[in-house]
């Protein structure tokens, strides 16, 4: 399930972030010691607020049906010229379940259906082969591969941007 993130979700995200620091910091520049603190998630659901007030971006927490408990969050981010991005992450423990792919499923619909949205968007790491492998699945066509500065680690320098426009 994906409902909006809220401050009650800062101490399970700091710790999901924090077991899954090696499974995500080849990827997310974000995925730092500090991000697995309750305080910065605090100060990362204020200013998510304010930007889902504005309109500019939209944090959600992806939670289990049965349970409810966090296993990763997924944002939208309005782009020059009508184009919505859509990230996301699983914790380590719970990846390879499925979850990563609905919850970007889900987000693909909710993106396309925002007021002057042409297309959605998911931007990878050409060594991101998990990601690249959901916007596929997805029936994402990849719309170019260009050079970019590695922000993280595990990063390649070559941005692989996936799209879909509405049906």
């Known amino acids: 399930m994906l409902r909006r993130v809220r401050v009650t979700d800062a101490g399970a995200v700091a710790a999901a972030v924090g077991a899954s620091l090696d499974h995500l910091r080849p990827w997310l520049p974000w995925a730092t010691p ?3 603190v ?4 605090l100060a990362r659901v204020a200013e998510a607020d304010q930007m889902w007030e504005a309109g500019a971006s939209y944090l959600y927490a992806v939670v289990t049906a ?14 020059p010229g009508g184009s919505v991005e859509l990230g996301y992450w699983i914790a380590a423990g719970q990846a390879g379940r499925g979850f990563g792919t609905a919850a970007a499923r889900a987000m693909t619909r909710v993106a396309l259906a925002l007021p002057g949205a042409h297309r959605a968007e998911i931007h990878c790491d050409q ?6 492998a959901i916007a596929r699945k997805l029936g994402y066509r990849l719309d170019r591969i260009e050079p970019c500065q590695p922000g993280a680690p595990g990063e390649s320098g070559r941005l692989m941007v996936w799209v879909m426009v509405p049906w």
Not at 38 to 41: D, T, V, Y
């Open 34 to 36: 500090d991000a697995a």
């Open 38 to 41: 309750r305080r910065s998630q």
């Open 66 to 79: 049965a349970h409810g408990t966090l296993v990763g969050q997924t944002g939208l981010y309005r782009r």
């Open 127 to 132: 060594a991101n082969v998990a990601s690249a």
